[in-house]
């Protein structure tokens, strides 16, 4: 049982082995100087099988590092720009409520300021009031006088 197992293990081996290299870019491979070197030499094609077998693990390894650097990177820039963007809304708040405060404060002593120097102007000076309306009459009469000519 045994041999027939192991012949047919072969004609299988065989057959995918003819495939391939009836595959046209593997037999262009096969025909390169570096290929006919390699299979002169079966010590350098050894060598040479083992350092990629080997290689491949530490050009893996840092192929990860640099991915998952660059991955890092990125979301941490996109973290400190909403950072950043956060404490400029925060701080541009701050200051829009500060100049609403500051504009009704200066409204508002303006507006007192207004009220008691009108005030005191009335209480000492009331005369001051009757030539204002006088003049204002004046001015609405020749406003009514212009309008109907």
Same mark, same amino acid.
């Given at each position: ?5 192991? %012949? ?12 391939? &290299?009836?595959?046209?870019?593997? %037999? ?10 390699l299979n002169?030499?079966?010590?350098? $094609? ?9 290689? $491949?693990v ?9 991915l998952? /650097?660059?991955?890092?990177?990125a ?17 541009? /708040?701050? +200051?829009?409520?500060? +100049? ?15 009220? $008691? ?7 000492y &000076? ?6 204002? /309306?006088?003049? &204002? ?10 309008? /109907?000519?």
């Amino acid at each position: 049982m045994q041999p027939s197992s192991s %012949n047919e293990m072969w004609e299988g081996w065989s057959t995918m082995s003819n495939q391939v &290299y009836s595959n046209p870019k593997v %037999n262009l491979l096969m025909k390169s100087r570096v290929v006919q070197y390699l299979n002169g030499h079966p010590v350098v $094609a050894l060598a040479v099988m083992l350092f990629c077998a080997m290689a $491949a693990v530490p050009v893996g390894l840092f192929v990860l590092f640099a991915l998952v /650097t660059v991955i890092l990177s990125a979301v941490s820039f996109l973290f400190f720009e909403g950072f950043l963007l956060f404490v400029g809304v925060v701080s541009l /708040t701050c +200051v829009l409520m500060g +100049v609403a405060f500051f504009s009704v404060v200066a409204s508002s002593v303006v507006a007192v300021f207004y009220v $008691a120097i009108s005030s005191v102007l009335n209480y000492y &000076y009331p005369h001051l009031k009757k030539i204002e /309306t006088e003049l &204002y009459k004046d001015s609405g009469d020749e406003m009514t006088h212009n309008s /109907t000519q």
